[in-house]
């Protein structure tokens, strides 16, 4: 396999590498990382090649797109390509509130699901500041089957964010598809089930 051969997206004109870089790291997810460290690890991606950058607002609470953003501010925006997700909406946290996830150090949020229309627009405005970007290529809507994304094991049609995500978020990002805001929409989540009843539901065009 060769990491830096490049694939296209779906029926999309959109082109990726086959191997990218996930962004929970950034996020600090488990255990903290310092941002010269997220900074090293998307240069010696891109020295050998490699294009795509995943993200989303909950990994660490909006700190992996910050330091995304920042990482990647150096080089040229057509050089590289970028996801990210909705329908995780962040809350700042109240005074003393302690955070209780899996980001060491994350920012001061916690996060809470929200595929309402009101909230995939501030997400995705918010996305963009974090990121110091004027586009997102591929818009993914993240976890609407909450219930195994908490609790591995459990009925992923538990706690499903199904109706809403195709009622109010999915519009919003075949819209922004349609105008060419983004190149490419999608799913990221955390099993099979629900994503074969959104593959039917929707025209998407991958699946993360």
């Not at 329908?87 to 509130?97: K, S, T, Y």
Request: net charge negative.
């Amino acid at each position: 396999m060769q990491p830096d051969r490049r694939n296209q997206v779906g029926r999309t004109s959109l082109q990726i590498t086959q191997f990218g870089v996930g962004g929970t790291g950034f996020g600090n997810i488990y255990s903290a990382i310092e941002d010269q460290a997220a900074q090293e690890t998307v240069d010696t991606a891109i020295q050998a090649g490699l294009i795509y950058f995943d993200t989303a607002p909950l990994y660490g609470f909006g700190l992996s797109e910050v330091r995304l953003g920042q990482a990647l501010a150096r080089y040229q925006r057509d050089d590289y390509v970028i996801s990210t997700k909705v329908g995780w909406r962040l809350v700042p946290l109240d005074e003393g509130q302690a955070d209780e996830s899996l980001f060491d150090r994350a920012l001061p949020y916690r996060s809470v699901m929200d595929y309402s229309r009101d909230a995939i627009l501030r997400s995705i405005d918010e996305s963009l500041q974090r990121l110091q970007t004027d586009r997102i290529d591929i818009l993914l809507m993240h976890d609407p089957d909450e219930g195994i994304t908490t609790h591995i094991g459990r009925d992923p049609y538990e706690v499903s964010h199904f109706v809403q995500a195709m009622q109010e978020a999915y519009p919003i990002l075949d819209d922004l598809r349609r105008q060419g805001v983004v190149k490419a929409i999608g799913l990221g989540m955390n099993q099979w089930q629900m994503l074969w009843d959104f593959a039917h539901a929707g025209e998407f065009d991958c699946f993360l």
